[in-house]
């Protein structure tokens, strides 16, 4: 039954996950409490990338999850978590091709094969590594349905989601323009771009472009001459932040209400270097305060002017290739890099008399997410997939109530985005991934020149099956058995096979007993900026492949960002946390009771950690280890007084303490459930440490040690045991079970019939009498009267083991007052002989405190040498008023206009500080001068 003298978290944690699990605790078939007015709850992991190991991300993510699934699993609701990890296509083939970097490898130097091998080597020990981690931040999860979405299920429904979308006509393969990543040499989405908020320090370059005029009808000179443009009189002005794009552009644009330039549109201008002749156009799209109000296009390397080129008819001119180095369409700069163009195109046109000017300009740079490389618009042959029925059913599915996202404020951004969807590109020119089950027909031509018949038809030169075996029965059945056929070389963005996760996990698209039990499910919970890249094509694939919504909460986190308020970014390693490492040094409780209490719903969460002695240190999280410290001290303090089992099964009467604390729990549990039933976990994460810190132990535990009722503090500690569970698992469990161990036999509380307490029921407001107001009103007045004490005893540095006398004028109190004589005794120090009275004469020379029972006398003798107190408190009198004057004169000087606000400020703080202390002074040398003063 005893407990070591301290808590130490490595001796618990590692043994009673392993226990947890082998008895299979977390499966929800094994449950044993359940109401049956419960629903069932489920909820899948974000499954972490395969990339490396969790972040505190990923810790806040699994604290704020375990603790809505050992919620319900206590409330009785059948509840599913289920596991697992992601493929992450574009990130772990970074990471892969970093690693192969390192033994001097190029992904280009091994076959698709070799590659593969590479990366699921990778994968394999990647997963291993973020298991460990899972299970040492204590997550509840079913590991028996561990799913990976490359795994064969998930590839399964991968394929299979694809040709319900092929065969519907929603996926469709299109030259279009995408983001072209030139490092990774892959399309990338809009949400894989990342721009900087405020932009990035570049250049606005002015070039003018000669116009085409009867006397001047094109450049007489070659390109580097200086004398391109000579003869050249008239002129139209661009800017631009891009001037190797020069070398792409087929028309200049103005505004057609721009009156400086419509005299000009229909004529012709001569593009720099190249000498092509580029109409002038107008067309709304032009910003005329942007630069000199005319702008060059650039058909085939910007996405606005991709759309000006397709409504007028433009030419499209390609002029850098997959590296983003320049083709053969740059002329002289073929073959640099398009940086390196830039940088002698621009000496160029500063040669040519071309450069009007160069000014400092942000420009808004687009990064790839993985790689950091600027992104290139490009034209690409891609599959994209129609979102836009799809999208407006995920947000209808919001606007009438279907689907509740918390905070209601990520509505806006929800309806902001869905409502201005574009076609999703999902392809993408990678090797780790699903790759897209599409097979081409590669001999179509020969097969058509053997046979007649094939000539004439109008054949389907691709095919979309669920394995290649298939695609060749379809194909030939087309072309006879001769047909040749090659699979689609590119593979599916990530967030495709992530957007089936809620239903590929439970077996979809089979008809499995889980599909059947857990599907739709019911909560959703991830960080609130993944809300576009996975919530939206979760619900939008959800509703279009299952015909329902695959789950009806989603619950968004903030991010974890430094004590400055930076995101935490791997660009800046000595600003990123190791979850691990916070666990090795305060346990995993502590680190998770911060996480969730540190925020409110869609609030990022500040860390204040800092390195000391070469670990990451933290007070909060040092606080809440310290929590842990003074629980499991408490529940050692109580298995001390129930040693004796006679002390359970003894009959008394309950004392006002003993009704105050059942009613203070009785207002925990009630407040706790309604706070967590509305998300605010972190409130209620609180409320339980006030109910456990200072009701239970700073005030309950006192008054047993003055009168003992066994039965009482062991039911309260076994209910806060249980309230706490799903916020600090570890320590809970390990209490309880000692807990139970020790009183079992004598006290059958309910909660003991069940072998751990996550199986256990959480405390419900049924369980407990209503609140006695009473008892409340009647401790609070107590208590009241005792904290003026103390502060008392504080203010004048009486030793603790000093008993003082006190006289309690406390009118209709003094019965209260009377039968809590010996706690207030015990509780502030006091005389057992303390005058208690409906009325009491003020003596003199006696300190007086209005309390709301009354009023409360405190003979100054009975608390210091009168005579050596005034003499300290008049010379720290003459110090502090020392202080004041020397503050007041300098603030009446030339320093409250010429020293910073903030500095100035703190001054003008610091004094108020001094004049508050000056009173105080003041108000206790009148008490020891026989000036009685309410306080």
Known sequence: MELAKTYDPKAVEKPLYEWWEKSGFFKPENQLYLDPNEPPFVIT???????????????????????MVRYHRMKGARTLWVPG???????????????LAKRGLNRRDLT????????????EQSHRTINLQQRALGISVDWDREAFTLDEARSLAVRTAFKMLYDRGLIYRDTRMINWDPVQLTSVSDLEVEFKEEGEPGFLYYVRYPLQTNRWRGPQHPWGSGRWAEGATEWITVATTRPETILGDTAVMVNPEDDRYTHLVACRAILPVLGRELPIISDPSVDMHFGTGAVKVTPAHDFTDYEVGKRHHLPFIEVMDEHARMNENAGPYAGLDRFECRKQ???????????????????????????????????????????KHMAQRAANAVREGHLRIIPKRFEKTWFDWLDNIKDWCISRQLWWGHQIPVWYVTNAEALREANPVLREANLPTQYCELTEEEAYRAARR?????????????VLDTWFSSGLWPFSTLGWPQDTPDMRTYYPTTMLETGYDILFFWVARMVMLGLELTGKLPFTHVYLHGLIRTSDGEKMSKSKPEK???????????????????????????????????????????????????????????TRFVLSRVSDPSVLTTEQPLSLPDRWILARLAQTVRDVRRLMEHFEYGEAGRLIYDFIWSDYCDWYLECAKVHLNAPVLVRVLDAALRLLHPFMPFVTEALWQKLKEATHAALPLESFNYPAIMLSPYPRERDFDAPDEAALADMARVQEAITAIRNVRAEYDVSPSKRVQVLFSVGEHAALFETMRD???????????ALIAAHVEAPAQAIARIVGAGTLYLPLGGLVNLEAERARLRETLGEVEAQIARLEALLASEFSTRAPAPIVEKERARLEDLRTRKQNLEQRLRDLEGERAAG
């Not at 990890?85 to 690693?99: F, K, N, S």
């Not at 094969?113 to 590479?118: A, D, P, T």
């Not at 087309?478 to 590119?490: M, N, S």
């Not at 996480?595 to 007070?619: F, I, Q």
Request: aromatic fraction near 8%; charge should be negative.
């Open 576 to 634: 990123v946390i190791d979850p691990l490492e916070l666990i090795d040094t305060y346990g995993t409780d502590a680190v998770r009771f911060f996480l969730v209490t540190a925020g409110a719903p869609g609030g990022d969460v500040k860390m204040d950690a800092k390195r000391v002695g070469g670990r990451w240190r933290s007070e909060r999280i040092e606080g809440a280890r310290n929590f842990a410290n003074k629980l499991w001290n408490a």
């Open 478 to 490: 087309d072309w006879g058995d001769a047909v040749q056929l090659e699979q689609d070389p590119d």
């Open 112 to 123: 698709r094969e070799e590659f593969l091998k590479e990366a699921w080597a990778w994968k």
């Open 345 to 387: 195109l621009v000496a160029d046109l500063e040669k040519e008399g071309l450069l009007v000017k160069v000014e400092p300009y942000m420009v808004r740079l687009g990064r790839g997410q993985r790689s950091g490389a600027v992104i290139e618009p490009r034209i690409s042959l891609q599959w994209f997939c129609n979102v």
């Open 823 to 833: 706690y207030i005794a015990a509780l502030a120090g006091v005389e057992p002989s």
């Open 45 to 67: 992991i974000p499954p972490p990338n395969v990339t490396g190991t969790l972040h505190m991300g990923h810790a806040l993510t699994s604290a704020i999850e375990d603790l």
């Open 85 to 99: 990890t992601d493929h992450a296509g574009i990130a772990t083939q970074a990471v892969v091709e970093r690693e």
